[in-house]
């Protein structure tokens, strides 16, 4: 039965599509069969794990306007162990084309279900807002994975996305739940980083990652090279930190089976 983590924060730049990149692929180096959904319309997942976005015609756009079936749509990546549904530009469009459409919040979800037992994990990386494609990956997750960006404002915004996620627990997807929070660009250098930590175990009662992404400029140059940090450079501080991620979700989803 494959776990699917909806990647989530509706403010942008706090590392979300570098965590589903990189998780995605220590996941898959570990021997987990991963499946990775880009919900983004700016396709950067998509291009980061080697792919080229804008030669995709099956992506998450043309199914969700079910003119694609996921098994249609669904692509191999040069990663083993990884395959990839794809979003480019085209995504954008989406919101005003399901307007009126009858139960749109569970389509992902429900294309998902006939394939989801073909893989350990599908990772669902959403856009960096509250809209209707972070709602239907919502709809289509066992759990919410936030990375926060270890800054001033880290916890702005954050109570709103809880609230969200509470309220698609209460009236779409009764199972969903709180995968937890992990740190991202984390810089050891400073005081700030490490009182941006504290602040959130403080405030949250959520489950916190041990494991914290440092700032690293490789883990920063590898999308441009359309390849996850472990492939791009496999003894850099950004890669260890992934792989280690990537061990306490597995150990993470074992205790909840």
């Known amino acids: 039965m494959g776990r699917t983590i909806a990647i989530a924060n509706q403010k942008g730049g706090v590392g979300k599509t570098t965590t589903t990149i990189n998780l995605s692929a220590c996941l898959a180096e570990l021997g987990k069969k991963v499946l990775v959904i880009d919900s983004d319309p700016q396709g950067n997942t998509t291009s980061g794990l080697g792919v080229d976005k804008n030669s995709q015609e099956r992506t998450v756009y043309e199914l969700l306007l079910r003119e694609n079936t996921i098994e249609e749509s669904i692509i191999k990546t040069p990663i083993d162990n990884l395959e990839l549904l794809a979003s480019n530009i085209n995504l954008s469009g989406a919101e005003i084309e399901l307007i009126g459409v009858d139960k749109k919040e569970y389509i992902l979800r429900d294309e998902l279900k006939r394939v989801k037992d ?37 916890l702005e915004g954050l109570s709103q996305l809880i609230h969200t996620i509470n309220l698609v627990k209460k009236r779409l997807n009764p199972g969903l739940e709180m995968e937890g929070v992990v740190f991202t660009m984390y810089d ?70």
């Open 188 to 257: 050891a250098r400073t005081n700030l980083s490490l009182q941006v930590v504290e602040n959130v175990k403080y405030t949250l009662k959520q489950t916190i990652y041990k494991t914290i992404i440092p700032r690293n400029v490789r883990l920063a140059e590898a999308p441009s090279h359309g390849l996850p940090i472990n492939l791009y450079d496999t003894k850099s501080a950004g890669a260890e930190s992934y792989r280690l991620l990537a061990e306490e979700v597995i150990e993470h989803s074992n205790l909840e089976e």
């Open 118 to 154: 073909n893989y350990d994990f599908v990772l669902i990386d959403c856009p960096p807002s509250l809209s209707m494609l972070t709602i239907n990956a919502m709809c289509a997750a066992d759990t919410v994975l936030v990375p926060i960006q270890c800054e001033y404002y880290a």
